[in-house]
């Protein structure tokens, strides 16, 4: 059972950068591959980054791809998702996922499914 709980989100303007974190409290995330999703109101939730167990591997959706990085502190059991440029079309809740145990192929961690794990999301609303 890994239990994960995002922060970092806010308020801000267009232009501006924010840092989601993503912790979990048992070491056993550190063989997890963990993704951040997003889901604006009224839409489905979509795939926004991911990274390997292994931290040498990444993904990012064409929508937030250089903007966006994610990346994982082991030591702190935390993954992190450095949001610049903001806009207003990243307004969304965020969530992170993971999935352990498992080897990573970016494709198939594109999706809710491959996930067994989630956190309750945290708000970013970016204003014009």
């Known amino acids: 059972q890994v239990h994960l709980s995002e922060s970092g989100g806010g308020m801000v303007q267009a232009g501006a950068s924010l840092r989601l974190s993503c912790a979990a409290s048992?070491?056993?995330?550190?063989?997890?591959?963990v993704g951040w999703f997003r889901q604006a109101p009224g839409k489905e939730r979509d795939f926004v980054a991911s990274?390997?167990?292994?931290?040498?591997?990444?993904d990012y959706a064409n929508s937030i791809k250089g903007r966006f990085t994610i990346s994982r502190d082991h030591a702190k059991n935390t993954v992190s998702l450095q949001m610049d440029s903001l806009k207003p079309e990243d307004t969304a809740v965020y969530y992170c996922?993971?999935?352990?145990?498992?080897?990573?192929?970016?494709?198939?961690?594109?999706?809710?499914?491959?996930?067994?794990?989630w956190g309750q999301g945290t708000q970013v609303t970016v204003s014009s």
């Open positions: 996922a993971a999935k352990c145990y498992e080897s990573y192929n970016a494709a198939d961690y594109r999706a809710e499914r491959k996930y067994d794990y």
């Open positions: 048992e070491n056993t995330v550190r063989a997890c591959s």
């Open positions: 990274i390997a167990w292994t931290s040498d591997s990444t």
